[in-house]
């Protein structure tokens, strides 16, 4: 089991830019995504990397505006969130996948607690 600790979210204004962090400990993974969840909604996916290539793959509506990285000597991934917009409003969730590719709730195995972002019009 990978154990997975978010941090960086808070209330920002439109137009503004967070920065998420997930630090990851215990077993070894193949990359980490994120996930986010608003109120009275299904989590969905919003970002992905592969931890020994970089690649990245991004859900249609954060492409442009959010960047996933990693460190790997911190094991640590980031989400820089850019231009953010109230509709960006949710948990955001740090999760490691089975596999090196899939976007779906089901192709990740381990998850974190979650990190609110709120975004204000």
């Known amino acids: 089991q990978v154990q997975l600790v978010e941090s960086g979210g808070g209330l920002v204004q439109a137009g503004g830019s967070l920065r998420l962090s997930c630090a990851a400990s215990?077993?070894?993974?193949?990359?980490l995504g994120w996930f986010r969840q608003a109120p009275g909604k299904e989590r969905e996916f919003v970002a992905r990397?592969?931890?020994?290539?970089?690649?990245?793959y991004y859900a249609d509506s954060v492409k442009g505006r959010f960047t996933i990285s990693r460190d790997s000597a911190k094991n640590t991934a980031f989400l820089q969130m850019n231009s953010l917009k109230p509709e960006d409003t949710a948990v955001y969730y740090c999760?490691?996948?089975?596999?090196?590719?899939?976007?779906?709730?089901?192709?990740?195995?381990?998850w974190g607690r979650g990190t609110q972002v709120t975004v204000s019009s």
């Open positions: 999760a490691a996948p089975r596999t090196v590719i899939g976007s779906r709730e089901f192709d990740f195995y381990s």
């Open positions: 990397i592969n931890w020994s290539t970089g690649s990245t």
């Open positions: 215990g077993r070894t993974f193949v990359g």
